[in-house]
């Protein structure tokens, strides 16, 4: 028979180790399956040869590493325009956005997070909202960390008409931008979707840079240097 939840949700004995299994060690996310089953395979077929074995076993660590999609909790603050992903905030500027983006010719405000190849690679929603616009633009492939990367790289813009009030929206893009060794980026919303607040939404292979676009007027609340936690740190509330 099994145990039934405890008062605050958690389960006893077998369940709860199985849960605080599944926090230490975060799922991967299925775009990178195929990237560790496969080395899997082989360090298992190879197992007799650790030449072949270890190698395989190391790189398919890697790859889950990478993949890895850890849980996590958005705040409840209507308004609040959170962090895409993991990694450093590498730029809080003023900039025009793509013109894919359909925001105007003005300069915003953008926050820049720069992902490393040992941050979490996946993307959430930074606010909750409808999908006006999903854009693939093909370039280049620079350092994702310099700020012509903003322009010059491939990247995947994505519009959102977020509501802040009762009758008010206001619009924001977020923009996907590969880097040096990127070369995929995932992106699944589609226009006319809603989508929630700290959900996952796409994904950027190896070493990247997400740019959030606000509107004009926000004042964004992290600086250069900041370690952002993706769906959880807080960029900026739009009144």
Do not use: K
Not at 92 to 102: F, I, L, N, R, Y
Not at 187 to 197: F, K, L
């Amino acid at each position: 028979m099994a145990r039934r939840p405890r008062p605050d949700g958690t389960r006893s004995g077998a369940g709860h180790l199985i849960d605080l299994a599944r926090e230490t060690v975060p799922p991967v996310h299925r775009a990178g399956l195929p990237f560790v089953a496969g080395p899997a395979a082989i360090a298992i077929i190879g197992r007799r040869h650790p030449w072949i074995a270890r190698p395989a076993a190391l790189t398919a660590a890697a790859c889950a590493a990478f993949f890895r999609h850890p849980s996590r909790v958005p705040p409840t603050t209507t308004g609040a325009v959170v962090a895409p992903a993991d990694g450093t905030i590498a730029l809080v500027d003023e900039a025009v956005p793509p013109p894919e983006a359909g925001l105007g010719d003005d300069p915003l405000p953008r926050v820049s997070t720069f992902l490393s190849i040992f941050d979490v690679h996946v993307q959430r929603v930074p606010i909750t909202g409808t999908v006006t616009s999903v854009t693939h633009t093909p370039g280049s492939f620079v350092s994702a960390d310099l700020p012509e990367a903003s322009s010059v790289n491939e990247r995947t813009t994505m519009t959102l008409s977020c509501p802040v009030g009762p009758q008010t929206t206001r619009d924001i893009a977020v923009v996907q931008i590969a880097g040096l060794l990127a070369r995929r980026i995932v992106c699944d919303p589609v226009v006319g979707e809603r989508i929630t607040v700290g959900d996952t939404y796409g994904l950027i292979r190896f070493g990247s840079r997400v740019d959030v676009y606000l509107p004009a007027g926000s004042v964004p609340q992290v600086r250069v240097g900041q370690r952002a936690v993706g769906a959880e740190t807080v960029f900026a509330a739009l009144d």
